[in-house]
């Protein structure tokens, strides 16, 4: 009977067992990896610590509210009346699509002219640029968009009620008929606000993703014949394709729970509706911002339910796009 030896000399008795190389790692890479995994661990308890705050904390609004807190539409817990988030979702959601819409596109193109136009010495400041917007505090957005885009807005909405008000989501309360005064506080402009602050955090991660593209594939597609343009239909989006829906992801998150911004822009609405153009909006984490100071102590349990149901929301939809990303080219390339 024949013996193998493997890596760390153990004897097997049979030519037909598989020899598993063994991976020694040095001092540097053990420290790296303990710490990385220390990390990631600290990051899985700090999620399940904030779920459970704010469960314990969101706990007494929640045992009075029962299930009627997902479907009612009004806001008095401190007046004994009934409460709820039903209001605020659909506002939450719209606020946030409207980024997105206007988002995505833009750092999607930005992102391409960045990785494969851009000569290198601009593509540095760009990316430099970028990363500054990205850091930039949302108070910032919030005021700019109160005082100069506000403005502007209201013409631009005035301009689709009355051409594009055929479509369920552009139709406005015409009985005074359509006059400015309509739509200065409307989920349209709160949600073109949030997108400046959404396009930067969309283009870091696109940008990333597309300049990981295989060079190989990129110069088999060139040596062929084919255009940039060629390229980048054909190598740098389907590798990115997880970049993309990444990137929007995190972007979704951003914008669903976006704060100051929204709380500088709305008139708080608790009348849902489904024309982003109408007077009046409103989201859970303005209506926390906007309550907290002045709310009992039920008062602040009920926005701490409220604060989880958004918390629920955001672990779902990230939990579904980090399921596509891993079935993509370019998220499955990068795990480890």
């Known amino acids: 009977m024949s013996e193998n030896i493997l890596s760390e000399g153990t004897p097997v008795t049979s030519t037909s067992d598989v020899l598993t190389p063994v991976v020694r790692r040095s001092r540097a890479d053990q420290i790296f990896r303990g710490i990385a995994t220390t990390a990631s661990v600290t990051t899985f308890i700090l999620m399940g610590l904030i779920g459970t705050f704010l469960l314990v904390k969101g706990y007494d609004a929640l045992r009075v509210a029962g299930w009627s807190f997902l479907t009612e539409s009004a806001w008095a817990p401190d007046q004994g009346g009934a409460f709820g988030v039903a209001a605020m979702l659909p506002y939450t959601v719209q606020i946030a699509l409207v980024a997105l819409v206007i988002a995505v596109p ?145 972007g979704l998150g951003r914008a669903m729970g976006e704060t100051i911004a929204v709380t500088l822009i709305i008139s708080p609405s608790f009348d849902a509706k489904w024309s982003i153009l109408d007077q009046g909006s409103n989201s859970i984490a303005a209506l926390i911002a906007l309550k907290f100071s002045e709310s009992s102590t039920f008062g602040i349990s009920a926005l701490m339910a409220a604060g989880l149901v958004l918390f629920v929301i955001t672990l779902i939809v990230n939990a579904a796009a980090s399921t596509v990303v891993s079935k993509s080219r370019s998220g499955a390339s990068t795990e480890i």
């Not at 807005?153 to 594009?164: E, F, P, Q, R, V």
């Not at 200065?184 to 993703?209: H, N, Y």
């Not at 062929?224 to 990115?240: A, C, E, Q, S």
């Open 106 to 250: 833009v750092a999607l193109c930005t992102a391409l002219f960045i990785t494969e136009y851009a000569p290198r010495k601009l593509r540095r400041i760009l990316t430099a640029m970028i990363d500054l917007l990205a850091a930039v505090p949302s108070l910032i957005y919030g005021l700019w968009g109160l005082f100069y885009l506000q403005p502007r807005l209201i013409t631009l909405s005035k301009w689709m009620a009355d051409h594009l008000g055929w479509v369920p989501f552009f139709t406005v309360d015409d009985q005074y008929g359509t006059s400015l005064g309509l739509f200065p506080s409307s989920t349209f402009v709160a949600g073109v606000v949030v997108s400046l602050m959404v396009i930067p955090i969309c283009t870091v991660v696109m940008r990333e993703v597309f300049s990981q593209a295989p060079a190989g594939e990129r110069e088999g597609a060139m040596a062929l014949g084919g255009t940039r343009w060629g390229v980048v239909r054909d190598v740098v989006l389907p590798f990115g394709r997880g970049g993309i829906i990444g990137g929007s992801m995190l």
